[in-house]
């Protein structure tokens, strides 16, 4: 039997938020989420999507004084019994910014957050040549 092999290589946060999802042919409002990385989202409890599906995505986050909307354009990467994981793919500044911190104050170890930002800035500037 094969070895189960984790492509993963991003730090993941259990983090709840609520996000909306808007695919070509279907939208959802208010989705819990269930982890969270520099790269994507895991959404549970949905189904019906394929791999490589495109969504614009709205993740809601409640603070004290006001809402904070982070808008990103993500990519079905994985489908499974529990729901589907979502690889952001276009995010404007401001919300990258958001997802930075809540990763980063989430995550039990900043200083290898601080290398996979790095990784994540030089893999985005080497695309976008």
């Given at each position: 039997?094969?070895?189960?092999?984790?492509?993963?290589?991003?730090?993941?946060?259990?983090?709840?938020?609520?996000?909306?999802?808007?695919?070509?042919?279907?939208?959802?409002?208010?989705?819990?989420?269930?982890?969270?990385?520099?790269?994507?989202?895991f959404?549970?409890?949905?189904?019906?999507?394929?791999?490589?599906?495109?969504?614009?995505?709205?993740?809601?986050?409640?603070?004290?004084?006001?809402?904070?909307?982070?808008?990103?354009?993500?990519?079905?990467?994985?489908?499974?019994?529990?729901?589907?994981?979502?690889?952001?793919?276009?995010?404007?500044?401001?919300?990258?910014?958001?997802?930075?911190?809540?990763?980063?104050?989430?995550?039990?170890?900043?200083?290898?957050?601080?290398?996979?930002?790095?990784?994540?800035?030089?893999?985005?500037?080497?695309?976008d040549?």
């Open positions: 039997m094969g070895k189960l092999v984790n492509k993963r290589h991003n730090t993941r946060v259990p983090f709840q938020a609520t996000v909306d999802l808007v695919f070509a042919d279907r939208a959802y409002d208010n989705l819990e989420t269930g982890n969270l990385s520099m790269k994507g989202v959404v549970p409890n949905i189904s019906g999507h394929q791999v490589g599906e495109c969504c614009d995505m709205v993740l809601h986050l409640s603070g004290t004084s006001s809402d904070v909307l982070v808008k990103m354009k993500g990519k079905v990467v994985r489908v499974d019994d529990g729901g589907i994981g979502l690889g952001f793919y276009e995010i404007d500044l401001d919300s990258f910014y958001h997802l930075k911190n809540i990763v980063y104050y989430n995550s039990g170890n900043p200083d290898v957050l601080e290398d996979e930002f790095l990784d994540f800035v030089k893999e985005s500037v080497t695309e040549d």
